[in-house]
């Protein structure tokens, strides 16, 4: 079966109320919570409204029940106005939701998926820490068993939500340092002794959304709260990141939108030497290549949605997607800065927030140079 990406009606219409929601509720105010670092959380309560904030979820949990291409479309067009808003809409969908859809048993779902599903509750999910980035497998965050308990120590880094996030998913070594089958999952609701947010991040961009440590004290939970068997979390955690591969490719998409727009408009608004920047070859030809690869990324991100969809095995897909439109999206911010010369460096312009913007998407959920690594194990193995 050959896919086809045209749009369906459903596609369309999320596209379209995302597109109309941005516009009224996010844009006005980018570069207020930019500028302020403002997590702006009752914009995730109104996208909840929306059936935003599970659009993933079937409905008889409480979500919208929709597949990947409109999830796709969502993220898109709320990363063309804002990166931030984009990546932790995202992030609460794939990850800390995702997790839970995925592996949760039938009454953890009942339990917790509602909840983030209609936006009441806000998602994190904890694999990071400050010493094991892309090498996971030496966490040093520790779950112990006590009788039916478990007693969580540790801390985790970068993550999405650290702070406000109410429910958390969270990865905890079980077993041996450097044993894929030694780590498990957990989920830690806000308000359990021992779970606090700690220190939030000053960042380049994505400043609206939120950026924090999770720290784990003696933290106690009952067994009712591990989500799959005692050992699993890893082989979880690299399922749940393919999805999240494909949330950050059309992240990136969006970003790499939004920079060509603004720049396609100013430099047909732009005039030098008698006529406007986009009649010179240089100006037209730099529009060309973004056009191309904002093509090229929305392909691939396609392909990866559409075998998700279908449940076929995508990693290979997810990661070149996530690879290449984040790469794209770089390229085309950069490219979109050097249209609008010095009004490109200031920040009454839209391109030097999608120019700093951009950079994280080729670092979060497996840098670049990770996904070349999963790229090239797939291909050698055919």
Partial sequence: MQPH????????????TVKDFAERQVRPHVMEWDESQEFP????????????????????????????????????????VCGSIGLSMAAHNSLCTGHILQFGSEEQKMRW???LASGEHLGAWGLTEANTGSDALRMQCVAKKDGEDWIINGAKNWITHGISGDIAVVLARTGDLLDSHGITAFVVERGTPGFSGGKKENKLGMRASETA??????CRIPDSQRLGNIGEGFIQAMKVLDGGRISIAALSLGIAKGAYKAATQYSKEREQFGKSISQFQAIAFKLA?????????????????????RGLKMTKESA????????????????????FGGYGYTKDFPVEK??????????GEGTSEIQKLVISRSVLQD
């Fill in 213 to 218: 440590e999770m720290i784990f004290q003696d």
């Fill in 113 to 115: 998926l509602p909840k």
């Fill in 354 to 363: 999608y120019y700093r913007d951009c950079k994280l998407c080729t670092i």
């Fill in 5 to 16: 990406f045209q749009e369906t009606d459903s596609t369309q219409m999320v596209r379209q």
């Fill in 320 to 339: 070149m997607a996530k690879y290449y439109a984040s790469e794209a999206s770089v390229f085309c911010a950069n490219e979109a800065v050097q249209i």
């Fill in 41 to 80: 959380r009752h914009v995730f309560t109104a996208l909840g409204e929306l059936g935003l904030m599970g659009v993933l979820v079937p409905e008889n949990y409480g979500g919208s029940g929709l597949g990947y291409q409109e999830y796709v479309a969502a993220i898109d067009e709320l990363a063309q």
């Fill in 289 to 309: 290549d973004m056009a191309t690869r904002i093509e090229a990324a929305e392909l691939l991100t396609l392909q990866a949605a559409d075998m998700k969809n």
